[in-house]
């Protein structure tokens, strides 16, 4: 019908632009149209009759085409939640302008990855890691500091679900906001790499991610922190990029700060009952020069007292030049859970402490074996610990994986004033 009535609207532009002439040649002559028929009138007359033809062509054309069911267009750009269960290997909400692309079988290959690895984690790790936060972490605070940690929120959540914030600190750069595209698939299998030893041996090694995470289309960590979120069963409501200042004052900033230096990303979600949460991450330098120079103890003191986890952070906590990220954590947390690569053993006060040992203690790898604490050793072979039924830090088998926890007794941490 369409093209039917377009034809006519072209017979008759051209018979009216052709005025003088004959009729197109792949039209019969007609005696009520042809031009001869139309001079035994009066000229006007005839360019009256022709204009009324073509009117009416042109209005039989526009009325076919409004006829013609038209796509719905996009609503807009994809949420922040949709692009989370994509990365994810999630199915996103039915309507969003982001779920034809997970018909693409790369895409589909990415979720079944994500399927495997997510049932293989859950069952031999997280589900166990919150079965251990059950029975020993029955007082916890709102907030949760995770130092050195870079974007590894899957074991924040395990140890620590009740956290309304979360405060997570690395030297990887957070990066922009992903944006969903054709070329997205491209980056997945980056993705799928810069995971593989979070995923298989709970730590993420800082080189490797940090090279990974600068190829393809899906930069920094966010894209990582949205996975986490998505597969721990969160729902995220917004997503802001900000940066402290030296006063610890968070302030928003855009894309052209994903890259620099004590920067970071605030995500606001829900969890599957709804309660609502906050996340940080930033992108800051943990040693005492860079906190000197940096706002960063000042802004999570603002979130003081907490709880804080420590796990696979390169014994830099043994070290002078983090003593005042390490004199922070002592000072400002109700209760520390970490492995031997978090604050020493010596350093607790033990009329503050109650502390209480997990698994087995076999001195670190080979790598840092000038790092072997006699206190430590001590306290584990006094105590004869529960063994712990699921891997955590260097020692990554479980058997041979240890953890610490350090409950403050009748002090209180301390608090902003």
């Known amino acids: 019908m369409v093209k039917e009535a377009a034809r006519r609207g072209e017979v008759a532009g051209e ?40 009117k009416a062509a042109v209005f039989l054309a526009l009325m076919a085409v409004l006829a013609v069911p038209q796509p719905t267009l996009a609503q807009g750009p994809a949420s922040a939640d949709d692009a989370a269960k994509f990365l994810a290997g999630m199915q996103p909400a039915a309507e969003s302008e982001i779920a034809r692309y997970t018909r693409d079988p790369n895409w589909q290959q990415h979720a079944r990855y994500f399927d495997s690895a997510w049932d293989k984690l859950n069952a031999q790790q997280l589900s166990k890691v919150r079965a251990w936060s059950d029975e020993n972490l029955k007082q916890t605070r709102s907030t949760l500091f995770y130092t050195f940690s870079g974007p590894d929120f899957i074991y924040a959540d395990a140890f620590f679900p009740r956290a309304s914030t979360y405060i997570l600190v690395g030297l ?18 980056y993705l799928r790499a810069s995971l593989n030893t979070i995923l298989n041996i709970s730590y993420f ?9 600068h190829q393809g289309e899906l930069r920094g960590t966010l894209p990582i922190l949205y996975i986490f979120l998505a597969r721990s069963g969160k ?19 855009d894309q052209r700060a994903a890259f620099v230096t004590n920067s970071g990303v605030k995500i606001a979600f829900t969890d599957k009952g709804g309660r609502q949460q906050t996340l940080y991450y930033f992108s800051t330098d943990l040693s005492d020069s860079g906190v000197n120079h940096s706002g960063f103890l000042k ?12 796990k696979s952070a390169s014994y830099l906590l043994h070290g002078g030049n983090f003593s005042r990220t390490r004199k922070f954590l002592l000072d400002h947390s109700q209760s520390i859970v970490q492995d031997d690569t978090g604050i020493p053993l010596a350093q607790f006060k033990r009329e503050e402490w109650d502390l209480k040992p997990f698994g087995a203690y076999l001195g670190p790898i080979p790598i840092f074996q000038g790092m072997y604490q006699p206190l ?22 479980g058997f041979d994986s240890n953890l610490l926890l350090a409950v403050r007794r009748n002090t209180v941490a301390a608090q902003d004033q």
């Open 299 to 310: 802004f999570a003191e603002k979130f003081a007292p907490g709880d804080a986890l420590v």
């Open 205 to 213: 090694i800082t080189s490797d991610m940090g090279s990974r995470l």
């Open 235 to 253: 729902t995220i409501r917004e997503v802001t990029l900000v940066r402290f200042d030296k006063e610890g004052n968070v302030q928003p900033t």
């Open 172 to 189: 990887e750069p957070v990066g922009p906001i992903p944006a969903i595209n054709e070329r997205t698939r491209h980056s997945l299998p």
């Open 376 to 397: 430590l050793a001590q306290l584990f072979k006094q105590n004869r610990p529960p063994k712990l039924e699921f891997g955590i830090g260097y020692r990554f088998r």
């Open 15 to 54: 018979s009216v632009r052709r005025w003088g002439g004959r009729l197109p040649a792949d039209r019969p002559a007609n005696p009520s149209t042809s031009l001869d028929a139309c001079f035994q009138r009066s000229a006007p007359e005839a360019l009256k009759q022709m204009l009324r033809t073509w």
